[in-house]
């Protein structure tokens, strides 16, 4: 089930000029489901990534993280990302890192590259080893299926629990020039970007400068995949990487101030959070879409704070799944957001239009009736007015159902 999930049709995902993915059956999963995918990318594109902040990683997410360090300080160009599904690869150990390395050089030998410049991706059960051998046989097939516009296909290949192909495009004009982006991203569960099993990979053909990327890549994340939460469970294995393939028709990108890179960068967030808010219209179980606005606070990072803290209550969740309008489990939860010098006297909350609360107390005006019919509905915003500054953030969450217990109850079977 998602939840008023809108999916793009795979004949309309942009091609990028420099990008052709392939995608096959290694038998990594159950039988009868893609689970391998491989992305080629031409010379002289530029590719940064952002990963988890869980100091569990994984292999393969160490292992990116060198390659692409290498890449930088040696001048070379990452050519290939080889992702599978069914198996995380984390908590592995040593034995882990030498079949995420053995991935990569595997594939790097068939492409005539070096190791580093191939980045290795896993998604799936934690605390088994990777079935290197199943990977690498299944490369041939991958690299036979290889074509620009198999962004859909490989959208599905990516899936573990979702329940849905996570993808999206858009164009932009860069110099008077037509710029086309495209991503795909799969997650549902153990979802709280702090970059969950999130993975997300965005492609552009503009051209942009290489000292850029780093910086575009963290913008990106902070305003949508860090912006999203299902479960509360920062992932050992979530990645977002970004690639520009300097293929498009215009000058060079310099900087993220000028006009064009404000419109690329626009651009580029726009389908990011297509992506983020996907993973969350997809969370396992969720029957409703929240976006919880914190305004009024002293800085972002406090109004981050509350807006999770609210997020990541079961209580909270719970409540928003029996569409009961219990809410002071929201105002419970602002006040354990960890702000010590907060003054509850000055605390708004609303449910949509519906004024729910006025100077920390119930609002005299408000009606049970009016908090239930809107928490009835399937898209949902709570507002919290902190009344302490000017900052503001916004995080994008789901509700708790009892799916999503059988659904992680039953993952390994």
């Keep these: ?34 689970d391998l995918t491989v992305l080629l990318i031409a010379e002289g594109a530029s590719v940064s990534g952002v990963f988890t902040q869980n100091r569990f990683c994984a292999a393969p997410v160490q292992v990116c993280r060198q390659h692409l360090e290498q890449c930088a300080s040696s001048g070379l160009s990452v050519r290939a990302l080889v992702i599978n599904t069914g198996n995380a690869n984390a908590g592995t150990g040593q034995e882990g ?35 290197h051998e199943r990977i690498v ?48 991203s799969k997650g549902a569960g153990m979802i709280r970007p702090n970059m969950a099993t999130m993975l997300g990979f965005i ?57 064009d890179g404000q419109a690329l960068k626009a651009a580029l967030i726009e389908v990011a959070r297509k992506l983020a808010q996907a993973i969350v219209r997809d969370g396992e179980g969720a029957t409703k879409f929240i976006t919880i606005q914190v305004e009024g606070g002293k800085s972002g990072d406090e109004c981050r704070k509350v807006a999770y803290a ?3 209550s079961p209580l909270v969740k719970t ?48 009606r049970e009736e009016d908090g239930q019919r809107v928490m009835r509905q399937s898209e949902i915003t709570v507002r919290v007015l902190l009344g302490r500054g000017a900052a503001s953030d916004t995080v994008w969450t789901c509700d708790l159902s009892h799916d999503y217990v059988t659904i992680n109850a039953d993952y390994r079977s």
């Design 1 to 34: 089930m998602t939840v008023n999930f809108s999916a793009t049709d795979p004949a309309d995902l942009l091609a990028i000029a420099g990008v052709t993915l392939g995608s096959t059956e290694a038998g990594i999963r159950k039988a009868g489901r893609l």
């Design 97 to 131: 890192l030498a079949r995420a390395r053995a991935t990569s050089a595997a594939l790097a030998q068939t492409l005539g590259v070096e190791p580093e410049q191939v980045l290795p991706f896993s998604t799936g059960v934690i605390m088994e080893q990777l079935p």
């Design 137 to 184: 046989a299944g490369l041939p097939a991958a690299l036979a299926d290889a074509n620009a516009n198999h962004w859909g296909r490989a959208a599905q290949a990516i899936m573990t629990t979702d329940t849905v192909p996570k993808a999206f495009s858009a164009k932009v004009q860069i110099g008077g020039t037509a710029v086309c982006i495209t991503g795909i």
């Design 203 to 259: 492609a552009t053909d503009a051209c942009v400068a290489p000292a850029l990327m780093q910086q575009l890549a963290r913008d990106l994340a902070e305003a949508s995949f860090n912006r999203v939460t299902v479960d509360g469970d920062t992932s050992t294995n979530d990645s977002l990487v970004l690639i520009a393939t300097n293929r498009a028709a215009h000058a060079p990108i310099t900087s993220l101030d000028s006009t």
């Design 310 to 312: 609210i997020a990541h």
């Design 319 to 366: 409540a928003f799944f029996a569409s009961d309008p219990n809410l002071g489990r929201i105002l419970a939860a602002v006040g354990y957001a960890g702000i010590d010098d907060l003054d509850q006297s000055g605390i708004d909350l609303y449910l949509d239009d519906v004024l729910v609360a006025v100077q920390g107390g119930r609002n005299p005006a408000y």
